[in-house]
Nanobody, 114 residues
Framework: QVQLVESGGGLVQAGGALRLACAAS????????IGWYRQAEGKSREWVGV???????NYVDSVKGRFTISRDNAKNTVYLQMNSLKPEDTAVYYC????????WGQGTQVTVSS
């Protein structure tokens, strides 16, 4: 079955960087589009960005120029490199795939202190 496992979250000061990973299994990873989302406390889940099977990416305006999504098909893993972090980036980050329905990982907490 489809499984997504996020890792790499933590506490970082504003201006710092983190790299999140999403390890995937149970589907044809190399042919799939993978998304990253985040959910801050008390807010709805927000789309952050996406990477398609060809490596093309797209991002929400608020993270453009700071976040980069990449993929390693040999490791069935997608990464979210987050630079120049801001307190407003604090959230639980999730990876996502749609295969007839949405699949989500358990999420990883990112906390950015000011």
């Amino acid at each position: 079955q489809v499984q997504l496992v996020e890792s790499g979250g933590g506490l970082v000061q504003a201006g710092g960087a983190l790299r999140l990973a999403c390890a995937a299994s149970g589907f044809q990873f190399s042919m799939s589009t993978i998304g990253w989302y985040r959910q801050a406390e008390g807010k709805s889940r927000e789309w952050v960005g996406v990477i398609n099977s060809s490596g093309g990416t797209n991002y929400v305006d608020s993270v453009k120029g700071r976040f980069t999504i990449s993929r390693d098909n040999a490791k069935n893993t997608v990464y979210l490199q987050m630079n120049s972090l801001k307190p407003e980036d604090t959230a639980v980050y999730y990876c996502n795939i749609y295969q007839f329905r949405n699949y989500w990982g358990q999420g990883t907490q990112v906390t950015v202190s000011s």
